[in-house]
C-alpha cells in the first residue's frame, strides 16, 4: 500500500532472478522538463538499474513498472551515501588541526578518511541492502 511520503519511479523490467527483478529506471532532473533543457548543460538524465524484491504478481521483461521507495529508507540512504562521509571529513580536519598536524597530513586524512569509509560501506552493502529495500507498487501492461 502506498503512503503519503513513498518515493517512486516509473521503470521497465530488464530481468528476472530467482528472487528479484532488475527495473530500469531514467532519472531525471527537475529542469528536464523545461522547454530549453535540449540545448542547457545542466539538464541531465542518468539511467539505473534498481534491484527490486519479486512480487506476486508476475512481471515480464519489458514490462512497465512504478517502483517504490519509503522515504524513511531514502533518508537512511541518503545519510548512509552522503551526510555521514562529510561529518567524517569534518571531523578528521578538526582533529589533525586540533593536533597540530601539518598541512599535507591534514589534507591526506581528509582523503583518506572518505576512501575507507566508503570501502567499509561497500563491504557491508548486503546488510544496508536489507535495509534500503525497492518494491512494486503496480504493474501496466504495455
Do not use: N
Not at 540545448?39 to 517504490?68: F, L, N, R, S, W
Request: glycine share 4%; charged share 20%.
Amino acid at each position: 500500500m502506498k503512503q503519503p511520503d513513498d518515493i517512486e519511479h516509473e521503470g521497465i523490467v530488464t530481468g528476472i532472478t530467482e528472487s528479484h527483478i532488475l527495473v530500469r529506471i531514467l532519472q531525471q532532473s527537475a529542469c528536464v522538463g523545461c522547454h530549453a533543457a535540449s540545448v542547457c548543460a545542466t539538464a541531465e538524465q542518468k539511467e539505473k538499474i534498481i534491484e527490486v524484491e519479486k512480487p506476486d504478481t508476475p512481471v515480464q521483461i519489458g514490462q512497465k513498472v512504478v517502483v517504490t521507495l519509503a522515504t524513511k529508507a531514502g533518508y537512511r540512504a541518503l545519510w548512509f551515501t552522503a551526510i555521514l562521509p562529510l561529518l567524517l571529513i569534518i571531523l578528521s580536519l578538526v582533529v589533525t588541526t586540533l593536533c597540530h598536524a601539518g598541512e599535507l597530513v591534514t589534507g591526506l586524512c581528509a582523503l583518506l578518511v572518505p576512501v575507507l569509509y566508503y570501502a567499509i560501506l561497500y563491504r557491508y552493502r548486503d546488510r544496508l541492502k536489507k535495509q534500503i529495500t525497492f518494491f512494486l507498487k503496480q504493474t501496466f501492461v504495455l
